[in-house]
């Protein structure tokens, strides 16, 4: 299982937010390279970056960090927030992405969902976070009545080969992931499944690897690395078994 250390942009700042909430937001590097390059200087073998602000405007916002952050470390990068035309898709790549998150586009235009999966395969990963077992959109702001295990097995049909899945109540709390809600989406599922919410301990990450499901490939960490709860080498130990 692979450790992603996640980096989320917002006003040119490596932030936090808790439970997905804008107006509670902790910054804590304010040029989010620096970031990068610590956890690609602790061993990261891949780095997870939001766009919040592309997130909530519905465009990207941050492609210059994008670059800039591609290019100073070796690991690769996969990066979402506010994808939702092919053009942004194509700029997320252009910049040094290796791999384009999209979210909420992929539930409402699914020809842009198709025409993104023909075009870069693998390259695209589906954000489906959901708050009590239902989707969320447009960066978290916007409830639905979906059910994030039938969301993910609808797409699943339609060609995704990799989900990210947040449990938002979680995320941010360090109370540790949602074991259950992740078991549930990734029974309905061939596809490969990143877990993302609520890790504070190495005890979660071991929790993870020994509990999840086959196709849980990896783990997005934000805060518990930001506030030294345990180092990316630990947490890629821990994943290890």
Request: aromatic share 4%; hydrophobic share 50%.
């Amino acid at each position: 299982m692979i450790l992603y250390p996640a980096i989320d942009i917002r006003g040119g700042q490596a932030v936090r937010l808790l439970q997905g909430d804008y107006e509670r937001e902790t910054a804590y590097d304010a040029d989010p390279v620096d970031a990068a390059r610590r956890w690609a200087g602790e061993g990261a073998e891949y780095l997870h970056v939001v766009d919040l602000d592309g997130a909530k405007a519905g465009e990207p916002r941050n492609l210059d960090a994008v670059r800039r952050i591609a290019a100073a470390v070796e690991c690769p990068i996969q990066v979402g927030g506010g994808l939702r035309d092919a053009a942004s898709v194509d700029a997320l790549l252009d910049a040094g992405a290796e791999r384009a998150v999209i979210g909420t586009a992929a539930l409402r235009d699914p020809a842009f969902l198709d025409a993104a999966l023909a075009e870069h395969g693998e390259r695209i990963v589906v954000s489906v976070d959901a708050r009590e077992g239902k989707v969320s959109l447009s960066g978290w702001t916007e409830a639905s009545d979906v059910d994030v295990a039938a969301a993910v097995a609808e797409l699943s049909r339609r060609g995704v080969a990799r989900f990210l899945c947040t449990a938002i109540e979680v995320d941010g709390t360090m109370e540790g992931p949602a074991l259950g809600e992740l078991g549930r989406i990734a029974a309905g599922t061939e596809a490969q499944v990143l877990a993302s919410g609520g890790v504070g301990t190495l005890a979660d990450l071991e929790a993870l690897a020994r509990d999840a499901a086959a196709n849980v490939e990896g783990a997005i960490v934000g805060r518990a690395l930001y506030e030294r709860r345990f180092t990316v080498a630990d947490g890629i130990a821990a994943l290890a078994g």
